[in-house]
């Protein structure tokens, strides 16, 4: 199955038993439905799918007084950039509904777009950089285990929050793990291989270039332990830097484009827990091709790893 | 009329005399937050409030205190908002003053952020369109958020959707301290309404009796019609004064917008202008002499008991 299969499907079976909700977005119930992602939805009858009029930042105020009121709201968006037009409102607005107890929940669903044929809109591909400004939840899926959590958990509980789709991976054969995945309470991290020499942490929607590397270093003895890591506000990076003293080495992925991200200070606060290890952070830099259409592929050169994993 | 004219006439008066009251404490410095008062917008406010039903909802702007005071009724329980000494407000926390809410009592929203409550407004509309609970949003707004795309986005939200809501303009010409003229091209609001398909209606001369039977009506049709209707109050914001120093030695006009107003005492507790542009003088001449002195001396009497003047 592939990846914008899954997720549709399981987005429409949470959606068929949701309590009062209203599922709204530009072109979510017709014409592509947000190429395919919100194709065929349907609520129970006093819930409501809606087709909106193009802007954004209102769209964003109006989940917010949906939730208010008691209704829960989803909003599907088409690309994350949109997003920027409803700062004012994911942070605004969120600081002020925020402080009362949340009895709706309002989940803004943007597909990311991390690859990089859409050419300038492809410069922003960082779900982090939302959460940071509007200390909000965020949510970045890859995987049928971490789709199935969030999905199940968060999208429809009181609150807000915001939970994005890989744009690269719509096409892509669903990644599942046969080993038991693990994960924190709040969805800040999961735990997909156990291996004792390397610890792996993916940030952003790196998830999939973690899992070919764990893969590739497996083939040369190296078991790795990966996970991927979540912008939730509440983090709960302890069992990660556990891990990463027992392997004693530890690399960070991160294919996101922000200059500041939480992968950075994920690294300090590794080395500061074991200096006596070793931490690595692949990140991308500022190039100016991230404002022309190009694959933009985030690669991880394997045979570099390997030198830095045996201190060659 | 859901009320009688002695009723709406206290009710306006109180809340003239309750900013009176709060700008003497601001003249003394008692705040450390800004609030913006709202004096000559009382007769929109007493309106709205009688005409919201109960299962209405309220979402104002930073200019917010005519609406807040109105559901509180007690000048003490507004101070200590804005001293923040909460004891007796109904909203969870303390908001200060561009925040102020109370959604136990239909104040659902507060945004300082101009045109902000617009659209939180339409998911509000929408959600009570959704419960079927013939119920509909008072969405408050001024002037200067015509100029927000929030504005515009939040009308077309709410025609398309066939969302009741009663989306009020506050206009007194002023947005901080340039006027319309000196900001921006006129806005004929009746043809952007127009274009909407929306219903437009212009209030002005601060009759309250007037303005409250009007808000009932556009509150109903906007139910019977499924539509929102859209409503630009003329007013004034009272409390302006005339700076003199050598820069200005004609004098310089200063618009009220925030915080104390020099030149508003409290030894005159209701009457600021002898004007159109001030509710109290517009709603005096609907009573004998002797029957406003008697509301006048009620209201005084109301605001004492709370051992405030």
Redesign the interface.
């Known amino acids: 199955m592939k990846y914008l299969e899954y997720v549709n499907s399981k987005i429409k079976t949470i959606l068929a038993e949701a309590p009062q909700t209203a599922v709204y977005g530009q072109n979510i119930n017709a014409g592509s439905c947000i190429g395919g992602y919100t194709r065929g939805l349907q609520l129970p009858e006093n819930g409501l799918v809606l087709n909106t009029p193009n802007s954004e930042n209102s769209l964003v105020g109006v989940g917010f007084g949906l939730m208010l009121s008691g209704v829960n709201a989803v909003f599907f968006m088409k690309q994350l950039d949109f997003l920027l037009l409803g700062l004012d409102h994911i942070v605004n607005t969120h600081n002020i509904v925020r402080t009362t107890p949340a009895v709706a929940a309002f989940s803004i669903l943007p597909i990311i777009v991390d690859s990089g044929y859409d050419g300038p809109q492809s410069s922003l591909n960082t779900l982090s950089d939302f959460c940071s400004i509007s200390s909000t939840d965020g949510y970045t899926l890859t995987n049928k285990h971490d789709i199935d959590f969030v999905l199940e958990n968060f999208m429809l509980s009181p609150g807000f929050r915001i939970i994005g789709f890989s744009q690269r991976l719509i096409k892509s054969e669903l990644i599942s793990f046969d080993e038991k995945v693990t994960h924190s309470e709040n969805g800040s991290w999961f735990q997909y291989t156990y291996g004792s020499d390397m610890t792996i942490a993916c940030f952003n929607l790196s998830l999939p270039q973690g899992l070919l590397l764990t893969q590739a270093l497996k083939a040369k003895g190296i078991m790795v332990s990966l996970f991927s890591i979540n912008p939730v506000l509440h983090k709960n990076w302890q069992p990660l830097l556990l891990n990463y003293q027992n392997s004693g080495h530890l690399l960070i992925l991160d294919d996101t484009k922000s200059a500041s991200s939480p992968s950075q200070q994920f690294s300090f606060e590794a080395m500061q827990s074991y200096p006596h290890g070793k931490v690595r952070l692949e990140k991308r830099q500022f190039s100016e091709s991230w404002f022309v259409p190009s694959s933009d592929e985030f690669n991880i050169d394997l045979v570099d790893i390997s030198h830095w994993y045996k201190g060659i | 009329m859901t009320q009688d004219i002695k009723t709406l006439a206290k009710k306006l008066l109180k809340l003239r005399l309750a900013q009176k009251i709060i700008n003497e404490y601001y003249k003394k410095g008692a705040f450390r937050i800004p609030i913006h008062l709202a004096m000559g917008h009382e007769a929109i406010a007493v309106a709205v409030d009688t005409c919201a039903q109960n299962q209405d909802?309220l979402l104002l702007t930073h200019r917010n205190v005519h609406y807040n005071f109105l559901r509180m009724s007690s000048v003490r329980a507004l101070l200590n908002e804005y001293l923040l000494e909460r004891s007796t407000s109904q909203s969870?926390?303390s908001?200060g003053s561009m925040?102020l809410?109370n959604?136990l009592s239909g104040i659902?929203?507060?945004?300082s952020?101009l045109g902000?409550n617009?659209?939180?407004?339409?998911?509000?509309?929408?959600?009570?369109k959704?419960?079927k609970n013939n119920s509909i949003p008072f969405i408050l707004t001024g002037d200067g958020a015509l100029e927000e795309?929030?504005f515009y986005?939040?009308l077309?939200?709410l025609k398309?959707?066939n969302c009741p809501a009663v989306v009020i303009v506050e206009n007194n010409g002023w947005s901080l301290a340039t006027s319309i003229s000196e900001r921006r091209c006129h806005i004929d609001l009746s043809q952007l309404a127009k274009s909407l398909s929306i219903d437009y209606h212009f209030l002005d001369e601060n009759n309250v009796f007037d303005y409250v039977q009007k808000i009932e009506e556009f509150r109903s049709v906007s139910i019977t019609k499924n539509s929102p209707v859209l409503i630009e109050v003329k007013l004034s914001t009272l409390g302006h004064w005339i700076l003199q120093n050598q820069e200005h030695i004609n004098g310089k006009f200063i618009n009220y917008h925030a915080g104390p107003a020099p030149k508003v005492e409290i030894s005159e507790p209701f009457l600021i202008e002898e004007s159109v542009d001030d509710p109290v003088f517009v709603t005096q001449k609907y009573f004998q002499n002797s029957e406003w002195d008697q509301l006048k001396k009620d209201v005084v009497n109301e605001v004492m008991q709370e051992g405030l003047m």
Do not use: C, H
């Not at chain 2, 659902?108 to 945004?111: D, H």
């Not at chain 2, 617009?118 to 009570?128: I, S």
């Open positions: 909802k969870y926390v908001r925040n809410d959604p659902i929203y507060t945004s952020i902000n617009l659209a939180v407004g339409a998911g509000v509309a929408l959600a009570q959704m419960k795309g929030s986005e939040s077309l939200f398309s959707t």
